[in-house]
């Protein structure tokens, strides 16, 4: 058998992604997705941009500390100081990497930087060596690429490569290629740029046009050894690459690219459900690979194909990608071990104390429900490791309401380990009674800007999944609850968002600076 081009994975969930209007994420929360990324089996893990604020700073710093397994990897401008910050932060990295970048479109030169050709290249080369002094690791990405003219970006990219540049990036900075395109850009660079060879090919594509994917599976194609992406897709505007999709489309075709990744796809589902579950953006049913859609058969041809052999109308295995094919698998008679091992075939790695946790909650739910679906296992897992420490913990609520008529909510809810309750007739149906109830309880006031709901799995006892956003002094706060009863999931949603409100300003991450 033929042996398989390594294509490297370049993950910027935590830098680019959280640029995704809504994903900000806080230190504790990054921490948590680089874990998993290192699980996941991605080389290079973009934690941010350092000199962007000192909460982008701290979680690099912090990432790069904690990371083992995968290079992690902090953006600077062609500058002294972002490149001297972005080394300050990755100094105790096992393999550090500084990514600099700098505009070379001809509309990046004339309205943004107001520079001529020879002063981008002059500055280019400068930031490279400058980082190459720092450390041995050094990518460079010039901005917009798929809008510059083919013949300076093969100047800047021999100039930078000459310079010390370990990888060249081509970023399709405004999803304006095409795959035809890109394919053509990424040959150029392997025919005309004389130390090509030297240097590592990436590409990073955004999804504008839809085309994120096509356009690194069309740059690999053409010789491309570095996929920059992001999980689920998250990213500025439309999003970026998706990790998911790119990976199995690698690996599904690897008679037609001859290229694979080391990445452990088992995870794919968990990690997706992760990011998912933190940055509160959900992955539409019909997503590929991780929607809930993904492996799911409806018509009776395609059902009955699937039967007579799986591969008619399956081109993978759901098993491959995290998932399993069979739904229901527990009850309430269900012991402990059953779901330890349901909950690791998940994807979950549960320690003693979680698993005993896990198994009550289990059991109540069981109580409640005829039917336990793995979308039902997972949420327990995912409601339970998001958990930040609580200072309003939800007890039970009593609601009397009639259609045209304002409702009365009995809240009760446990603080310091009390039992405080509040009755409000107020709000303009239960859920706004039960948010104004909440108010009222803890002296917190919030402005709801977001709320959604969705079921977690089918049937008529499915669990519901109520998502927030709540605003309080200019800052955001999310908040998840799942429960069957969708009352009861919306309060434990508004709580979850009061007590990141109430433990105060966190370290935030901010979008890129330009």
């Known amino acids: 058998m033929t042996s398989q081009r390594p294509i490297r994975i370049f993950d910027?969930?935590?830098?680019?992604?959280?640029?995704?209007?809504?994903?900000?994420?806080?230190?504790?929360?990054?921490?948590?997705?680089?874990?998993?990324?290192?699980?996941?089996?991605?080389?290079?893990?973009?934690?941010?941009?350092?000199?962007a604020s000192p909460g982008d700073f701290e979680s690099v710093r912090e990432i790069a500390k904690a990371v083992r397994g995968a290079a992690v990897c902090g953006l600077a401008r062609c500058n002294d100081a972002d490149i001297d910050r972005a080394w300050e932060a990755l100094l105790h990295a096992e393999q550090p990497r500084i990514h600099v970048f700098l505009a070379t479109s001809s509309i990046h030169r004339e309205f943004k930087l107001r520079m001529n050709e020879d002063e981008v290249l002059a500055r280019a080369v400068a930031g490279v060596r400058r980082a190459r002094n720092l450390c041995g690791d050094v990518e460079f990405s010039p901005e917009d690429a798929a809008r510059?003219?083919?013949?300076?970006?093969?100047?800047?990219?021999?100039?930078?490569?000459?310079?010390?540049?370990?990888?060249?990036?081509?970023?399709?900075?405004?999803?304006?290629?095409?795959?035809?395109?890109?394919?053509?850009?990424?040959?150029?660079?392997?025919?005309?740029?004389?130390?090509?060879?030297?240097?590592?090919?990436?590409?990073?594509?955004?999804?504008?046009?839809?085309?994120?994917?096509?356009?690194?599976?069309?740059?690999?194609?053409?010789?491309?050894?570095?996929?920059?992406?992001?999980?689920?897709?998250?990213?500025?505007?439309?999003?970026?690459?998706?990790?998911?999709?790119?990976?199995?489309?690698?690996?599904?075709?690897?008679?037609?690219?001859?290229?694979?990744?080391?990445?452990?796809?088992?995870?794919?589902?968990?990690?997706?459900?992760?990011?998912?579950?933190?940055?509160?953006?959900?992955?539409?049913?019909?997503?590929?690979?991780?929607?809930?859609?993904a492996f799911a058969h409806e018509a009776g041809i395609h059902q009955d194909g699937m039967l007579k052999e799986r591969r008619t109308y399956e081109i993978m295995r759901p098993e491959d990608v995290g998932l399993e094919r069979t739904d229901l698998v527990l009850g309430k008679h269900s012991g402990r071990a059953a779901l330890a091992d349901r909950a690791k075939a998940l994807g979950y790695q549960l320690s003693g104390d979680q698993l005993q946790t896990l198994f009550e909650r289990f059991k109540a739910l069981a109580d409640r429900k005829k039917e336990i679906y793995d979308g039902d296992i997972a949420a327990l897992c995912e409601e339970q490791f998001s958990e930040l420490p609580e200072q309003f913990a939800f007890e039970r609520y009593v609601?009397?309401?009639?259609?045209?008529?304002?409702?009365?909510?009995?809240?009760?809810?446990?603080?310091?380990?009390?039992?405080?309750?509040?009755?409000?007739?107020?709000?303009?149906?239960?859920?706004?009674?039960?948010?104004?109830?909440?108010?009222?309880?803890?002296?917190?006031?919030?402005v709801c800007r977001d709320f959604r709901v969705q079921a977690v799995t089918v049937g008529k006892d499915a669990q519901a999944e109520v998502t927030v956003e709540l605003e309080c002094n200019g800052q955001v706060q999310r908040g998840r609850g799942v429960s069957t009863d969708s009352l009861e999931a919306s309060a434990k949603a508004f709580l979850a968002a009061v007590n990141r409100v109430a433990l105060g300003p966190q370290p935030r991450i901010h979008p890129q600076r330009a």
């Open 12 to 51: 910027t969930t935590l830098r680019d992604g959280e640029q995704s209007p809504g994903a900000s994420m806080n230190l504790t929360e990054k921490m948590e997705i680089a874990q998993s990324l290192v699980q996941l089996g991605v080389d290079i893990i973009e934690a941010g941009f350092p000199i």
């Open 148 to 293: 510059t003219e083919i013949d300076f970006l093969c100047r800047v990219v021999e100039a930078v490569i000459d310079a010390g540049a370990t990888t060249v990036n081509i970023p399709d900075t405004v999803g304006y290629a095409t795959p035809l395109q890109m394919h053509h850009v990424i040959r150029s660079l392997k025919e005309r740029v004389a130390s090509i060879d030297r240097a590592v090919i990436s590409v990073h594509c955004h999804d504008d046009l839809g085309l994120a994917v096509a356009n690194s599976l069309a740059a690999v194609e053409a010789g491309a050894g570095q996929v920059e992406c992001t999980i689920n897709g998250l990213g500025e505007r439309a999003g970026n690459c998706s990790l998911e999709e790119v990976v199995m489309a690698l690996r599904t075709r690897r008679d037609y690219y001859g290229c694979d990744t080391r990445i452990v796809t088992q995870r794919l589902v968990p990690t997706s459900r992760l990011v998912a579950n933190i940055t509160g953006i959900q992955v539409p049913r019909n997503k590929a690979i991780v929607g809930r859609n």
């Open 399 to 446: 609601l009397s309401c009639a259609s045209g008529s304002t409702p009365t909510v009995e809240l009760h809810v446990r603080q310091s380990g009390q039992t405080k309750s509040v009755s409000v007739t107020a709000g303009d149906g239960p859920i706004d009674g039960i948010f104004l109830a909440i108010e009222k309880l803890t002296g917190i006031t919030t």
